[in-house]
């Protein structure tokens, strides 16, 4: 029953070996179980374009790469996805359901990296000019439980190389997001099991899904 509901923005974050993917399926079925056909998409990536950044900011390379020139590349990235993929998708009544978005680039970028999150702001209004998602789930586990799901995956990416203490100030930037703006982003306990976390991820939905059917 999709109701008079206009296009909603989701998107789902997570430090490493939270859920994110499995997660991230589950959302888009559940909401197909409510009548909403979701376009489903990522960041960094979304388009060829985009996806070609992500594919140069992710890359292991043996050069330091400069914390304000990846931040840069994320929202050029981003500003890319948001005009060909996310904006038209929503003005046509769309709901987009994406995996990461600017919460990601203030935790990594800012907490982790350590890019004054003003600098970030700046970056945020220029590329988004207010626009904001209705709704983020973050699923949040302590760092050694995540990287230990983690361990013996694929190669490691740039990130992925990180030290504990890399995705430790993530988290933390993550929680004091969410504590700041506690109206839009919802912590799950990603640290149990998978039928706890989805019943929290779709009591989160039901909520929404209630409170925007006006
Ligand atoms: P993934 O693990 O969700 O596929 O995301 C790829 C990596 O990109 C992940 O380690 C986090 C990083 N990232 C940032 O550092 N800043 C951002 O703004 C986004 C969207 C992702």
Known sequence: MRGNLSGRFITLEGTEGAGKSTNLAFMRDYL???????????????????????????????EGVDALAETLLIFAARAQHLQAVIKPAIAEGRWVLCDRFTDATY????????????????????VQDGF????????????????????????????????HEFFNRVRKG????????????????ASRNLRDVQRDISAQLDACLRSWQT
């Open 32 to 62: 197909e179980g409510a009548g909403i056909t979701a376009l489903v998409t990522r960041e960094p990536g979304g388009t060829a374009f985009a996806e070609e950044i992500r594919e140069l900011v992710l890359s292991p390379r043996e």
């Open 107 to 126: 935790a990594y970028q800012g907490a982790g990296r350590g890019v004054p999150r003003e600098q970030i702001a700046v970056l945020e209004g220029l």
């Open 132 to 163: 904001k998602p209705d709704l983020t789930v973050y699923l949040d586990l302590p760092v050694e439980i995540g990287l230990a799901r983690i361990q013996g995956r694929d190669e490691p990416d740039r990130f992925e190389r990180e030290r």
């Open 174 to 189: 993550y929680l004091e997001i969410a504590n700041t703006e506690s109206a839009r982003v919802k912590v799950v306990d």
